[in-house]
């Protein structure tokens, strides 16, 4: 518990929300790289993890979508909405990439990734603001 609340007190020394060109520059790139992971041949693609497939979509989309939050002033519906249509967008270019194939699971995973990265930003935004 003490350690939380340490933790806590140095986010907000920090002013985390006070760096959007940061966060921008660290979306754009987790955007580049996962959007590259993605639609590399899977023998070629560095795993995370030995996690499985959907896990990795999870991690993945709960970081863009805090970092997504944290870049831009989007409203919850309007970020969960972009977020949910570029994974659509990967799953669309993995069906016409060779080695690759698009499952709906993969959306799936990738909606439950941002419902709880959306949420982690508003707990952090309510702690750290």
């Given at each position: 518990m003490?350690?939380?609340?340490?933790?806590?007190?140095?986010?907000?020394?920090?002013?985390?929300?006070?760096y959007?060109?940061?966060?921008?520059?660290?979306?754009?790139?987790?955007?580049?790289?996962?959007?590259?992971?993605?639609?590399?041949?899977?023998?070629?693609t560095l795993q995370i993890a030995t996690w499985s497939d959907k896990a990795q979509h999870v991690l993945a989309f709960v970081v863009l979508g805090m970092l997504l939050r944290f870049a831009y002033p989007l409203g919850y519906w309007y970020a969960l909405l972009c977020l949910i249509g570029y994974g659509a967008?990967?799953?669309?270019?993995?069906?016409?990439?060779?080695?690759r194939m698009a499952e709906y699971k993969d959306i799936?995973?990738?909606?439950?990734?941002?419902?709880?990265?959306l949420k982690l930003y508003k707990y952090f935004y309510k702690v750290f603001k």
């Open positions: 003490i350690v939380i609340h340490l933790w806590s007190l140095l986010l907000k020394k920090l002013h985390l929300f006070k959007q060109r940061f966060f921008r520059l660290l979306f754009w790139l987790a955007i580049v790289v996962s959007y590259t992971a993605a639609i590399l041949p899977q023998d070629i967008f990967i799953e669309v270019s993995q069906y016409f990439t060779p080695d799936v995973a990738d909606t439950i990734g941002t419902f709880i990265g």
